[in-house]
């Protein structure tokens, strides 16, 4: 089966680290890459597919191509707002082909927010909410995951400030069930075990420095114990991280985005994937931006993006098998 690959922003790094990362999956991952030929890397060798079938038999020569005529050539580092259209559309093809069966995944380049708003009204704040209303769900959780270690951030793009609000029972118990459903059905773990981080430091200390893991988080993954989820906390996040630790459990679910993120990234940089968990199709993404900077030079590192479509893949097959 193959993996669909939304062009995302043509004048970032998008382009160049799928070609990359052909490259070094043709042999392994069948691919289609979704947007204008014209914006990949020049001497990419790429063939026009009419769909995903035709991907496989094409992909060990070149990049099969799902055709896309966004107007004009890219500019690196540069974004233009008249391409905003076409780039909507390609995620909008991509997860179209997962949600028919006719791709297993769909992995998504790095899109910039500003130049879908001003060139298309792109009204959503990112990638996510965008698959989620395509998906036609509610509720979806973000994870950044490696061969190191797997973390999911409760709480998200907001100022820390505002986390001790946000972090309600139903958010945190949500998190938890849609976290536990994806780890069997898309990772294939059968009985997941979950780490769960405090709040506070040290995990509150018995109230001393904070009652949120006694008043409400406590109580929350109780009631999920007695569901029968395995699940360790809350703990106090400084002392989850190291080997021995990270041996003890699955998934770590943190109470906000740098407490999730920090230490996946210092220990797998360029292996990190963000995964979307909760949607009806497969979706992972590279976890890094458009890097406008090092656009059109050829010196992006297409670690992470080779890193998404192979768990994507995984994910896809582990899907089909549940």
């Not at 669909?4 to 052909?22: F, M």
């Not at 699955?250 to 990234?265: E, F, G, M, S, T």
Request: overall charge negative.
């Amino acid at each position: 089966m193959t993996v669909a690959i939304s062009c995302g922003e043509p004048a970032g790094i998008g382009p160049e680290v799928a070609a990359k990362a052909w490259a070094a999956l043709k042999g392994e991952v069948p691919l289609l890459w979704i947007g204008d030929p014209r914006h990949l890397p020049d001497g990419t060798p790429w063939q026009a597919v009419e769909g995903p079938e035709a991907a496989a038999s094409v992909s060990s020569r070149a990049l099969p191509v799902l055709a896309r005529d966004f107007g004009s050539p890219a500019t690196p580092g540069t974004a233009n707002p008249a391409h905003a259209a076409g780039v909507i559309e390609a995620i909008e093809a991509g997860v179209a082909l997962a949600q028919a069966g006719r791709a297993s995944a769909i992995c998504t380049a790095p899109i910039h927010k500003k130049a879908l708003a001003d060139g298309a009204g792109f009204a959503y704040p990112g990638h996510t909410e965008f698959l989620a209303a395509l998906g036609g769900v509610d509720q979806v959780v973000m994870m950044l995951a490696s061969s190191l270690l797997k973390v999911v951030p409760a709480t998200i793009h907001i100022p820390l400030a505002e986390v001790p609000e946000a972090l309600t029972a139903a958010l945190l118990t949500d998190t938890i069930l849609i976290t536990h459903a994806a780890l069997r059905r898309d990772f294939g773990i059968e009985r997941p075990r979950i780490a769960v981080a405090g709040l506070n430091p040290h995990a509150g200390e018995g109230g001393r420095m904070g009652r949120e893991e006694i008043e409400m988080m406590r109580p929350v993954l109780d009631a999920l114990r007695a569901e029968g989820i395995e699940i360790l906390g809350p703990l106090p996040a400084d002392t989850m991280f190291h080997p021995a630790a990270r041996a003890r459990y699955d998934v770590a679910v943190c109470a906000y985005h740098d407490q999730a993120l920090i230490p996946i990234k210092t220990l797998d940089f360029d292996g990190g994937v963000n995964v979307t968990l909760g949607l009806p199709f497969v979706r992972t993404s590279p976890d890094h931006g458009t890097a406008f900077d090092i656009a059109g030079q050829g010196l992006a590192n297409p670690a992470s993006m080779i890193a998404a479509i192979r768990m994507a893949a995984r994910m896809a097959d582990a899907r089909a098998k549940a």
